[in-house]
């Protein structure tokens, strides 16, 4: 209250400032006084001159300045007439006085919340109105708490905790998610994948039931997939860990996101080659002629070619289409497009270690 009372004293105190002024009389610009003056002047003018103290010559000169500033005189007074009275004014400050507050009470209530409560320092903290993600976080955490079962807010809160670092409440989020919202190849791998991060990227055994069960649940399932090549990898089986990526590569897509990260894994283990063209498309061409086999092939990878031209950062596609040209016969343009790969990747040292790893065994630098 205090705060309104402070703003009331301000509002009046600005509209006494304009409308005081109006209240005051106006300072008369003639009462009539100086009219009869110069009418008693005039008169004089005449007396002087029936008397013989002036001539008719400055009698004229003095009649004329004369009847100039009492027409002026005259003037004054009808301006002073026609404004406005004084009364007049002081009605219409009042008015504005009062009327002001009563219009601006009549629009702000009906459409303000003087009764609402100021928000939370938390809730004003950022700005247009989002919140930081630990907020939001944090009362996911509080709704789940209360909701323990709600396996839609396992499956949101899982993947974020996962993203700030916090594997142990990732584990037990992907935990409660598949316990309440249902079991998944994907769920599963996701679970493996954050107990490997805890252990520091050791794929445990409690990792790899997970991975087992992603894998049961869905055979091409990528990330469980490669995590069992990463167990057979730390367990000293590098055969088994090739032939899992190996097959991985052999039935991904050419635009598969994990490509590079698998191609990498297969030449660390010394995986030797990598498959020119994906196993479905070699399967598909043992039905086709001779010629249209070749011109499917060519086909391929000529489109392989025109992609790597637009994004030369593919390393596995590089090696694809090296060896693809190895297989044809055409040395030349497997050394072209080798030579290409290279400098594509010139900026990046990781890339080309992997590349030049890759070509060993293509013979092309002997």
Excluded at 71 to 100: C, H, W
Excluded at 200 to 225: C, I, M, Q, Y
Excluded at 281 to 307: C, F, H, N, W, Y
């Amino acid at each position: 209250m205090t705060l309104w009372f402070v703003f009331a004293v301000m509002t009046a105190a600005a509209i006494f400032a304009v409308l005081l002024p109006l209240g005051w009389g106006a300072r008369a610009a003639s009462d009539g006084r100086e009219v009869a003056v110069y009418k008693d002047q005039l008169a004089e003018i005449e007396r002087d001159v029936e008397t013989g103290l002036i001539g008719k010559v400055e009698a004229e000169a003095a009649r004329v300045e004369i009847s100039r500033r009492l027409l002026a005189a005259a003037d004054q007074e009808d301006e002073a007439a026609v404004k406005p009275s004084l009364g007049l004014r002081r009605a219409s400050a009042v008015l504005a006085l009062i009327g002001v507050p009563i219009v601006a009470l009549a629009v702000y209530l009906p459409l303000g919340s003087p009764q609402l409560p100021d928000f939370p320092l938390t809730a004003r903290a950022a700005p247009n109105g989002t919140q930081p993600l630990e907020t939001l976080v944090a009362q996911v955490e509080q709704h789940l708490q209360k909701n323990p079962t709600d396996g839609r807010g396992w499956t949101v809160l899982a993947p974020v905790l996962a993203r700030l670092g916090r594997t142990d409440d990732a584990i037990r989020a992907y935990r409660n998610m598949i316990t309440y919202a249902g079991d998944g190849a994907a769920k599963r791998a996701d679970l493996g994948e954050m107990i490997t991060a805890a252990a520091g990227g050791v794929v445990t055994a409690e990792a790899k039931a997970e991975f087992e069960r992603a894998h049961a649940l869905e055979a091409d399932e990528p990330k469980s997939n490669y995590y069992l090549g990463l167990a057979a990898e730390q367990d000293g089986r590098k055969d088994e860990a090739s032939a899992i990526w190996r097959a991985m590569l052999g039935k991904a897509p050419a635009d598969a996101p994990w490509r590079p990260l698998v191609t990498a894994a297969l030449a660390r283990v010394g995986g030797g080659e990598v498959p020119a063209l994906p196993s479905e498309t070699i399967a598909a061409a043992k039905d086709m002629s001779a010629g249209d086999r070749e011109t499917m092939i060519r086909g391929m990878v000529d489109r392989l070619a025109a992609r790597l031209k637009q994004n030369g950062d593919d390393v596995e596609g590089w090696l694809r289409l090296v060896r693809a040209y190895v297989v044809m016969g055409d040395l030349d343009k497997a050394k072209g497009a080798l030579s290409e790969a290279r400098q594509a990747v010139s900026g990046d040292a990781e890339r080309l270690r992997q590349l030049n790893e890759g070509v060993k065994t293509f013979g092309l630098d002997g």
